[in-house]
């Protein structure tokens, strides 16, 4: 917050009045199957977004980032919210605010902002999502929005569905907009039924692995494997009445397989055994089983590797790798396609660790890997 003040008195030449903080997200079992009616089990980080901000009597917004700084300030009137290339990540602020003024007469005037986030941009933590519940938490209390955090997360996906075109789920906008502090969330995307548990991991830490492979979501196949499954659906639907994949049981699945191409069977058992393993993992961990879990960490991402095949070079060296290095478990985490994976790793051999899964990255891939202890931090507000 130092810094986004010193920005602030720099760039717009008056004080910053008011900051706000909106965390990432990592998702410890449950991939791809949030927009499949699925089971997910993510916690929100003490990573994240942060802004300044101070208010304006017209209705401008200037926004200026420390992640873009050549970018300078981006500014826009909220008469005109339509998205524009050169804007750049100001399309997600206007995207907010377009969504909201369709339904509140309230906003009325702008503001001055700085932004900063010390989330990875682009390694599938959760940064465009972050930013997304930042202004809406941003708007909702400058402008006595009665909106609950729900609907906040539900306009977050609505921003990636309608604006953007990305067909996502709403697991990371719900993890970021509900979260709390040292606590899992167990979410059935298709109720947006959810229940919090202690994260209590007093003899290991989460590590956050990143490929430092950058990810742009829009840009790869995420859509591509959505339609595998609706298309999928769609052919199970002519024999069965599940409203989703997840309703899908492996019995089933096995029974009807020939009405599938290979692809769709592939990605149909990924989804249906991945539901499994997040009901496994609850209660392995609510067990204490912590070697359980672990086993079930490094079945998904097997299965994210072999059947959803969104994996690649980059997340599959670090995980294996911490598998040989004495992780209890490892999996890729996010959308895939390079971004972070996840290990799970005993206190006492996380330097270690890190070291050596660093180095055989290095080795293998060219460039280095870069490494994060996760704290489970709270969900968005007013600092």
């Known amino acids: 917050m130092e810094r986004i003040e010193k920005c602030f008195k720099d760039v717009f030449k008056k004080e910053c009045e008011m900051e706000y903080f909106s965390p990432g997200r990592i998702n410890l079992i449950g991939e791809h199957i949030d927009y499949n009616g699925g089971l997910v089990l993510p916690s929100p980080i003490t990573l994240g977004t942060y802004a300044g901000l101070s208010l304006r009597e017209d209705n401008i917004i200037r926004a200026y980032s420390l992640n873009f700084e050549e970018l300078g300030i981006i500014e826009f009137s909220l008469d005109n919210l339509e998205f524009k290339e050169e804007h750049n990540w ?41 930013l997304e519940v930042l202004f809406a938490t941003i708007c ?19 921003v990636e569905n309608d604006y953007f075109g990305l067909h996502s789920g709403i697991m990371d906008q719900f993890a970021i907009s509900l979260g709390k502090k040292d606590m899992a969330i167990l979410l059935n995307c298709d109720t947006l039924e959810h229940d919090y548990f202690p994260l209590d991991l007093p003899e290991h830490k989460i590590i956050i692995m990143n490929t430092n492979k950058r990810r742009e979501l829009t840009e790869s196949k995420y859509n591509e494997r959505r339609g595998e499954c609706e298309s999928a659906l769609g052919k199970l639907q002519s ?3 599940a409203k989703n994949l997840c309703e899908v049981t492996l019995e089933e699945l096995e029974k009807h397989k020939d009405l ?13 055994s991945e539901n ?27 299965s994210l590797k072999n059947d ?28 895939g396609f390079s971004g972070c994976a996840i290990a799970i790793v005993e206190n006492n ?7 050596n899964v660093g180095d ?24």
């Open 308 to 335: 959803y095949e969104v994996t690649g070079p980059e997340l599959d060296t670090l995980a294996e790798a911490a598998w040989e290095y004495d992780a209890v478990g490892a999996r890729m985490t996010g959308a």
């Open 90 to 130: 100001v399309n997600y602020v206007k995207a907010i605010f377009k969504y909201l003024k369709e339904k509140f007469n309230t906003i009325t005037f702008g503001f001055d902002v700085v932004v900063y986030g010390n989330l990875p941009n682009g390694a599938g933590l959760s940064s465009s999502a972050s």
């Open 360 to 383: 055989k990255y290095k080795d293998k891939i060219g460039y280095n890997a870069s490494f994060y202890i996760a704290s489970i931090g709270n969900g968005p507000g007013k600092l």
């Open 349 to 355: 051999k996380v330097d270690e660790f890190i070291k």
């Open 276 to 302: 499994i393993r997040v009901k496994d993992a609850t209660k392995a961990f609510q067990d204490n089983d912590i070697a359980k879990f672990g086993k079930l960490l490094n079945a998904s991402h097997t």
């Open 140 to 158: 909702r209390d400058l402008y006595s929005l009665p909106i609950t955090n729900v609907e906040m997360a539900l306009l977050g996906q609505k």
């Open 239 to 241: 024999v069965l009445t």
């Open 260 to 272: 599938l191409t290979d692809i769709e069977l592939k990605r149909a058992y990924h989804v249906i």
